[in-house]
Every structure is written in C-alpha cells, then in structure tokens.
C-alpha cells in the first residue's frame, strides 16, 4: 500500500523509477570495468560451484617437475627422452605432446622421436603461431619435418588471457592462412574420440560440436573453461620414464605430456573460485581437453538481454525503496537479490545461458539505496519544521503570560514556516458550517462530512491550493476545526508538526483567557500537547489515555486517596510529552536504534521536565513523567534511581506504559496477548518493576485461570 505521505508525489517518484530502470538498463548493457571484473570473478565462483565436468575419457598428465629435472638434469633434455617416454604410454588413447620441438637437433634423437611418435600413431604434438608482420596472419611454427610427418595430428599451443589478465577461455580454432588450426587440445580431444569437430550457426550463435558434446562460441570464437575442483591424475615424467609407473594407467586414457617446473614451464594465472591459482601450460591444456570432451558451457547473454535485467532490477529497487514500507522494502529488495542470484545460477547450470550479477545488482544497490534516502528525507520534512515547531511551543509555554501576545508569538513562527515550506494556517478556530462554507466550491463536501472526529487531507488539483488539512479541535458543546493549506506536495509528517503547533497554542490561549478555570485549562493544554503528539504519529494514537486510565486503575487498587488519584491521573496523560522533542525519524523508526538514536529515546522524560518546567502541575504528575522509565533494580534512565527511591507515580505508570506498549497492536507487530504480558511483567518484577505494583496489576487484570511461571507444571512450562 502507497503511504499516505506519498500522495501527490506518485507522478514524480514514477518518473524517479524510470530513471533508475535507464540507469540499470545502460549499466546492464555497457558495465564499466570495475563492474565488468567483480562479473568476472562473481562469475568464476558461480562456475566452480556447478557440478564436475562428465567427460567420455579420462584425462591424466605426465609432468616433468624440479623432481626430474633434479635427476635428469637442465631443461631441455635430449629428444631420445621424450621418444623412450612415448614408448612407455603405449596403452594411451591419445598422448598430447605440450613440448615445442620447432628446429631439428641431433639427427640420431630427432628420428628416435619420429619413429616412436610414428609407432604410437595417436599422438599430437604442439605448433606455435607467432605473430605476423603488420596485418599479415600469424605465422606458423611446426615441429621439424621429421616429427610433423610422424604425428597424428598437430594442434595450436597458444592460450590468451582475459582483460584482468586470468586465462579462463580456450580458443579452440585459431584463424591462420588459408583457413583455421585447431588447439592442442581440440587436436588432442578429436583425435581421443576418432571425430571431427563441426562448427555450426545457430540463432544463439556458434556452436562447436565434438560428439556427444555441445560448446557455445561466443563472439571471439572462444570457450569458457570448466575447471575441475579435482584435478586430474599427475605422474611424475621421470618415474614414468623408468618404467616405475605400470602401463595400465595409462590404458585408454588422454595423457598430456608438460613440464611443470619454474624457469622450464609456461605459467598461466587461472580461476579458482573467486579467486585465481597459478597453473602450468600442460594443466591448463588437461582442463580444457576435458571441457571440449564434457561439453556444456555456458554463453553470455547477449546485450540486450543483460540491459533488460538491469532495468529491471534497478526499477524494482527503486519502486520497493519509495513506495513500500521501509520493512517490506528492506525484506521485498533482499527476496529480489535473493531470487537473482537463485534464478542466474540455475540459468547456467543449464549450460545454456550465463547472466551478470554485478551489472544488475549495481545500479539496483544505487537505486534502492537512492531510493530510502529520498524516502526519508520526504516522509520526515526538514528538519527545521520540527524544531521551529516544537521549539514554538516551548516558546509559548515559558514566555507567554499575557493571552493577547500569543496570536503574536504564533504568528512569527508560522510566518517562517509558511516561507520556508509554503505551510499556512488559513483559519483556525472555525466551526463545522463555516468550514463547510469555505470549501464547498472545492467540491469535497463527502470527504469533509466523514472527517468526523479525525484530521482529514483534501486534494483539489485545480485549486492554487493543491491540498488542505482540516484538524478537528475538540470541546464540550461544540467541535471547532483548524485549517491549512499548502500549494506542493509535502509529507504528513510535516504537515502535522505544524498542525501540532497551531493546535498547542489554541488550547494553551484559552487556557490563559479563562482565569476562574486556569488549573483545569492548562491541565487541558497539556492533554492537548499529548493530542499533538497523536496527530504527528497516529500509530501511537490513545497510548497516553491508555496509560493514564490503567495508572489511575493501579493506584486506586493499591488504596491512592482522591487527590493522588487527581495527580497520578496527569501524570499518565503527561508521561510521554518529551517526545515531542524526539525528531520523527527516531520515533518511527521500525529497525534497531543506532546508539545516537537511542540516546534521544532515553532523553524524552527530561525534556518532558524542561517542557512542563513553567507550568503549575501537581510534583507527583512530573514524578510520573520523570521517572516512568526507571527501574526497580536501578538500571533504568534517566537519573538510575532504585526500589522506593522512585515514586509510587513513576512505579505505577512504568507497568501502566509497558503493558499497553505490548498489548497494542503495530503496523510492525501485533499486540501480545494479555496473559503473556502477564507472564512478562510477572518474570521482570524485582528486576524492572515494583513487585507490588505487578501484583496489584495480576490481580486486576490477569486471565481466568493464569498461573505464576514459576508455579506451572515442567511440561507445561517447556512448551510455553
């Protein structure tokens, strides 16, 4: 439901939506690189979260590691090595040979590696492309002549790192002259299952088909590596070479052939999680042949699409910060984040599409956030509204003695209001005909006639005065009613701290005219002040009539006499007052009080005493006000006062006050039921109330049947 305060508004808060949805779409479709590298990485973690790769065949690494090297010596080794290794992965399906040999050597070693390549007959071994001249393709670097004629198949050994510089595609066709090579590993995969690769459009774009599986290309014709969270099987190339690894295991598996040692090896920064790992390049190539052999990766969504979704995300954010309640908001946004994140990891485990996070989720953050910001500094006004109009009423109380300088005094605070928010009182004090008369011509006689006893807002669009309040002043014989009026669109909130003013200095000048009932009026203008308070914040509406109606119950079944009936009867009316120095914001708030902000909650019973300081009110009323936060074990505020150090008043309004605090019903909760507020006040006498005062309000008020917690059965006491 729209706030009250949001009307009028609603016209330009929608436009305030629109902007954010083009702020998300524009931060959808063309993030800026911080926001592009947080995808990155929100994206490598979202990936290693998906189940292991399924691939056809196993894939395993012979690595020369510092081990080796240490027992066979400086890198590069003699070719008759690598062809003795060969001969010992005679079981392999497929050996990928991740060593370049571009230039011949000795001829003796160079025909050993041919022969036994050639014996194999399913091996591949590395070409390198080296950069061409000016705009001339790359050129090509194979192995010596022997070898290349030996091996089954050759395939591209380059790799290219991402815009952060992490590796995470593989590039399986590389454009060369006169057509395109396959990778390595491509090369490798093809020549394990015995297939051909096919390329083929489709209306998601390039597709790579290598058997059973199916891998998107995207734009640049590369594919998004699956990195396993177990690596593959690693042996040492050293024990394979003496023959202490068994041929079996390597038995109808790709085995790919690297060094992996510092100063001897190509190093790659790859994915790891949200974070990267350093891999050498034959690991870097046994992760990719076993993605081309898995199939399943995902691509991009395209621009448009993403630009959709941050339009949409940051729309809805916005729409939840400025029309739903700050609660719902905050819950309504993080169900939003929460669904986004569900929905996009669900998306890519299909393997079908992968979505962004960050580029919706960041103009959504900014437009929500945004979006509380403006709420808040709508609903609640500025802030010197409230202290010009709370601070009038101090000003009123204190100074004015004589009732004819009060229209003076008002009218000086009311002109700075009306100038600095365009706010005007039009017409206090009329009676329900004349204002009737005065806005029938705007055609709001249905609304004016069910204003009935509660303070209405009118909306004329094509009147200069958009809006009106009508506030009911209530008496004895007849109700008489305060108007304002204002041009543009203002939080309630404001308005009311204005109305509180005007309707402070009504009761307080009438209150000074009639001399014979002097006590009995100011005894009003309080109670008027405490009206005020409900007419800034309805959802607190009756609490200090409800306080005072129980406090006068509680004293009276203790045995109070007349007169301290009389005084503890004001001291209930009166024991919030302060809070009208307690700006809106701290007051309404529905989530948990900063420090700042609890400290102003703890400070109304002293303001409360500052407001009523001129004023003739009975010493035990101001007890009443002044302590009702006190408690009986001396924790309570604002002086820390304990057990009968407090007053009688202050000890019974303190149970009065609590009681109708749980039993109310909120917009944020609903009212507790009576025999659990019994429970409560029963566990917290001696610690937070007087314990004779809690029994007096047991005696009273307790249901049929309620039983002491400390005096129920075990189980009855375990399930409550």
Known sequence: MIPKAWRGRRSGFSLLVLAAGLLGALLGASP????????????????????????????????????????????PWPRRYHAALLDRLGEARTVVLDILFPEGGDREDDALLARAAARHGRVVAAIH???????????????????????????????EADEDGVFRYAVPLWPVAGGVAPSLSLAGASLALGLKPEVEESPRGLILRLGKARLDLDGDRRVWVRFSRVPPRVFEYGDVLEGKVPPEAFRDRIVVVGVAAAGAGDVVTAPNGGGVRSLFGAQF??????????????????????????????????????????LWAALGFGGLVVLLLGGEQALLASGLWAAPLAGPLTPGVLTFGTGLYLRFRVLHGEERTHRLSVFGILDLVRETRDPKEIPERLASVLAEIRAQDGIEVESPGLSFREVFERTRALGVEEALEGAGKEAVVIETPRDPWR????????????????????????????????????????????????AKKQKETLYQTVAAMV?????????????SRRVCDLSVELARHLGADERTLEEITFGGIIHDVGKLGIPDAVLGKQGKLTDEEFALIRSHPSVGERILAPVSLPEVAKQAMAEHHEKWNGRGYPRGLKGTEISLAGRIVAVADVYDALASDRPYKKGWPLAEVCDLLYKQSREDFDPDVVQAFLEMKAPEGWVPPDRRPPTENASS
């Open 129 to 159: 492309l080296a950069p061409g001249q000016g705009k001339a393709p790359p050129r090509i670097l194979p192995p010596y002549d022997a070898l290349f004629r030996g091996v089954a198949d050759v395939g591209v050994t380059n790799v």
């Open 285 to 326: 190539n046994g992760e990719t042949i076993r993605t081309l052999l898995g199939g399943g990766t995902p691509r991009w969504i395209p621009p448009w699409a993403a630009a959709l979704l941050g339009a949409l995300v940051a729309s809805l954010g916005a729409a939840l910060a400025l029309f739903a309640r700050p």
């Open 531 to 543: 009206e005020a308070i409900d007419a800034k914040d309805p959802v607190t509406a009756g609490h």
């Open 467 to 514: 809006f009106r309040m009508i506030v009911p002043l209530p008496e004895e014989e007849e109700t008489r009613y305060l108007l304002l009026r204002w041009r543009r669109s203002l939080p309630l909130e404001q308005v009311r701290s204005v109305a509180a003013l005007a309707v402070a200095a009504d009761w307080f000048a009438r209150a000074l005219t009639e």
């Open 32 to 75: 800026p690189a911080p926001v592009r590298d947080l995808d990155r990485r929100a994206f490598d973690l979202r990936l290693s979260l998906l189940p292991e790769v399924s691939a056809p065949l196993e894939v395993v690494l012979v690595l020369a590691r510092e081990e080796t090297l240490a027992r066979m010596g400086r890198w």
